[in-house]
């Protein structure tokens, strides 16, 4: 499914935020902080997991039946996802625009605590967009305490300091104990044990109601304007569930590849020699650098430039073009 740009943007400042802050937080607030990332050249088994990400966007039915395929993948793989718990939501665009990022990001049960507006409105379908099997599925509840009753573990996600004592949690170590992976004859029959609380637009979640939770979900923002929108901070904790889910099913792409156009590979080191070869005897054909010792020493930082730098076999052959253009025309 495709993802709004206020989506991205939400995501994106937490991973901003995430490595601002991850030399001064103790691990409880940031338990994964950002490794350095690498540029690796991949084998071509990890290449194709990591490309499927870019063409399964391409796939005709990428939206088509993505609500039970989440639920059938879900069951497949053994994972017993959380649900999202929404309390008094006012404005049946977010409900909307939660229910898309659910998806996004394979979660498909949603629980509603009165509502304060229609779930199932036009505006609400509209920003579900594909998502609507979420709004229709949605269970509602008088209250918060009903809507928990069956669940091991519940996260409330507040921003605002609380007079008492809780484990507080950033996204990414609440994910690691909100999904959970049993035996796949053990998870089709096993029901949701974890929910995940969001309160209202306005003012959030009241004590009472963060006090019926285990643990608090707390999303690090800039100190002076913390109070996120209900959608994006949903799409965010729906973000890290995925990440978890996708590690411990072990098909997470590297932090960073090369991505090849479509029928293109990776140059291999014969196709790099064969253009050092033929660049060096261009060079000294044309006495490039007269002490020997020098010109061989330039030589190999060349060669180190090329051997580092990940290329495609069409842009070594673009750079074989050139130096056949250069070596039929005097400088």
């Known amino acids: 499914m495709r993802i709004y740009l206020s989506q991205l943007v939400a995501l994106l400042a937490l991973c901003t935020v995430q490595a601002f802050v991850s030399r001064g937080y103790p691990t409880i607030w940031l338990a994964q902080p950002p490794l350095p990332t690498q540029c690796l050249r991949l084998s071509s088994e990890s290449e194709q997991t990591a490309t499927a990400w870019f063409r399964g966007y391409q796939q005709p039915e990428t939206k088509r039946g993505a609500f039970e395929a989440a639920r059938r993948d879900a069951a497949d793989q053994g994972f017993v996802l959380p ?8 404005l049946d665009q977010n409900v909307g625009s939660v229910s898309r990022a ?8 949603l629980r509603v605590v009165d509502p304060r507006c229609d779930i199932n409105s036009e505006a609400a379908r509209a920003l579900a967009s594909g998502s609507v099997e979420i709004l229709e599925n949605a269970k509602v509840f008088a209250t918060l305490e009903e809507a928990i009753v069956d669940l091991e573990r519940v996260m409330a996600t507040t921003i605002r300091p609380r007079h008492m004592t809780q484990l507080v949690l950033n996204p990414s170590a609440a994910a690691k104990a909100a999904v959970t992976r049993e035996a796949v004859s ?15 637009e306005r003012s959030g979640l009241t004590n009472e109601e963060v006090a019926l939770a285990d643990t608090i979900v707390t999303i690090p923002t800039y100190s002076k304007f913390s109070s996120i929108n209900l959608a994006q901070a949903c ?9 978890r889910q996708i590690e411990l099913e072990g098909v997470a792409p590297p932090e ?11 140059s291999r080191r014969e196709d ?19 002490d020997e010792n020098r010109r061989e020493i330039n030589y190999r930082n060349i060669r180190n430039v090329l051997q580092r730098t990940l290329t495609t076999k069409s842009e070594i052959d673009l750079l074989q073009g050139v130096l056949s253009s250069l070596s039929k025309s005097p400088i």
């Open 272 to 290: 790099i020699d064969s253009l050092c070869t033929r660049l060096e005897a261009l060079l000294t054909a044309r006495n490039y650098q007269a």
């Open 235 to 243: 799409n965010i904790m729906c973000f890290e569930l995925w990440k």
């Open 83 to 90: 649900c999202i718990i929404l309390v008094n939501p006012f």
């Open 256 to 266: 960073e590849w090369l991505h090849p156009r479509d029928g293109e590979r990776m």
């Open 102 to 109: 659910m998806l996004n990001f394979g979660l498909t049960e």
């Open 186 to 200: 053990v998870a089709a029959t096993t029901t949701t044990k974890c929910g995940i609380v969001f309160g209202r």
